[in-house]
Each structure stands twice: as C-alpha cells, then as structure tokens.
C-alpha cells in the first residue's frame, strides 16, 4: 500500500488503494483527510478494492486558489475513476464526503453502483449553518496549533458520545478495535491539518449543496448511516432524506455521535459491507 498521485482537472490528487475485486471510493469530510478513514480503510479492503483520497485543498492532494463547489469536488472524483479506468463503482461519504458523494451521484449517475451515506445533509436553508461551521473549524485550527491535545479532546464533545469519550479518557493508548488511539488521531490531527484558505475554500463549498430538491432523482440503491447523539448532522435530517430517495435505507447507531464510523467501527463496517457485497457476476474492469 503506497500514495500514488492522479493527475485530474489540473490538479494532483492523492490517493491510497488496498485490497482487490469492486472498487469502492471513500470521500472524507470537512477540514479531513482520507486518513480520517482509519476505522475503514484495512477491514473494508478485505471484502473490496478500497480508494481513499484527499480532496483538494487537502491533506497532500493539491490546494489550489479557486473557487471551490461542490460540482468541482464532483468532477475531481469523476476525473479520479477516469484516471484509474473505473468505469463503475460504490461510492461512500461522511459528513461534508457525503454531500459531495449526494451531488456526485447527481451528476454522474452512470458511474455509481451503490451508496453510502454516513453522517450527512442535504443542505442548510440559508449560509448562517456553514459559517457557524466554519468558524469552528477555523477555532480549532489555531487551537491545534497551540495545543494539539486539548484541540483533539475539545472537538470529541461534539464527535462523540460521552459513554465513548470516557473510555478514551481512560486509556488514550488503547488500539479500539485494534484499528486506532487516541494518540493516533492526534497525531494524525497534526500532520498536513488544513490552512485557513483551505478551510475558507471548503466552507464555500459547503454553501452550494442544495439537493433536498433532488434527492428524488437518485436512483441507485443507498444505504443512510445516522448516529442518535449526532449534533452535526442530526438524524432527524437523514430521516428525511430516507423518506425522498426511493430506493434507500437507513441504520441509526444507538449512542454515537459524529464519529460512529471510528467509535463504532465494527458495527458501522458490518452494516457497510452487508450492503456492499456484489455477486460475483458483478465484475469492473480496473487498472493495477
């Protein structure tokens, strides 16, 4: 398992690949990195070929000066899987991964099997959401300059449910799952964090995703993760979206919040690949 980089749109992208048969891309959130998929990325690549990646304006993917959307986020992907010669696959997105996974699926029907969205929206009624966001997500930029520990424990009060943070607490040595630490997450917290320019390109991003209207329109099978602490993305909101797309489903995991796919890795990943799994008739040419 190594970086590689793909030329898409002007840009460099980077991306990791692990495992073999249908290819399945993990699209990170806001201020992330792909290595925000640490829970998923090893059990995940078991059952599938897994491509995680840094959106621009992340981690070591290019960050370029321009105008960010979520049709540029969009076709970034697009031009990803062209790069790679996937001509279909499953998408899955987290948080602001998922609401471009939304208006990816949109736009590019014809190169998604199945969805997973984990955690996510379809949009706020005006730009006061996103900015209060983003706000907090530059706060805790120069909090992590200053101290990385307290920026990382601050922000479990929203990511986590508080049964979850007092086992972290606890022992922040301990492999959960064998998959991660708390010393892992802030130490990663800490390695290519989002610039300030990142973040304000993201949150203009952020802005444009308007699909509650749409959501009708996707028509490939989906699968919504919500969480019952969630106070980013409340369920409540996934709730409605299950009500409009028409061929979707919805899992709420009890306790957790923002977090779940980290603090509830196993739970989360079963339900994933339970929904994933493809018959072996179901085969997509993929470069190596």
């Not at 991964?97 to 699926?105: L, R």
Request: glycine residues 6%; hydrophobic residues 35%; proline residues 5%.
């Amino acid at each position: 398992m190594t970086e590689s980089f793909a030329t898409v749109n002007g840009i460099k992208i980077c991306y990791e690949t692990k495992g073999s048969g249908y290819p399945v891309l993990l699209v990170h959130g806001f201020g992330g990195k792909k290595e925000d998929w640490i829970a998923q990325f090893g059990p995940l690549s078991e059952r599938f070929k897994i491509i995680r990646f840094d959106n621009r304006g992340a981690g070591k993917s290019d960050r370029p000066k321009t105008i960010y959307t979520m049709e540029v986020f969009a076709a970034d992907i697009k031009g990803l899987m062209d790069y790679l010669k996937i001509k279909k696959a499953h998408i899955i997105g987290w948080s602001l991964g998922g609401m471009i996974v939304q208006n990816f699926v949109l736009k590019y029907p014809n190169y998604v099997n199945k969805v997973v969205l984990i955690n996510t929206n379809y949009g706020t009624p005006d730009e006061q959401g996103p900015i209060a966001y983003k706000q907090m997500r530059l706060d805790k930029l120069e909090q992590l300059k200053k101290d990385p520990v307290k920026a990382f424990w601050d922000g479990t009060r929203v990511s986590y449910h508080r049964n979850f943070r007092k086992q972290m607490e606890m022992d922040p040595k301990k492999k959960f799952y064998d998959l991660w630490s708390v010393e892992d997450l802030i130490r990663e917290e800490s390695i290519n964090p989002s610039s300030p320019e990142d973040i304000e390109a993201q949150a203009n991003a952020l802005i444009t995703h308007r699909t509650y209207e749409r959501l009708g329109e996707i028509k490939s099978e989906t699968l919504l993760i919500a969480s019952s602490h969630d106070r980013v993305c409340p369920k409540s909101v996934m709730a409605e979206m299950n009500e409009i797309i028409p061929n979707s489903t919805l899992e709420v995991i009890d306790k957790a919040g923002h977090s779940s796919p980290r603090s509830r890795a196993p739970e989360v990943n079963n339900i994933i690949i339970n929904f994933l799994e493809v018959s072996q008739e179901q085969v997509v040419e993929i470069s190596e």
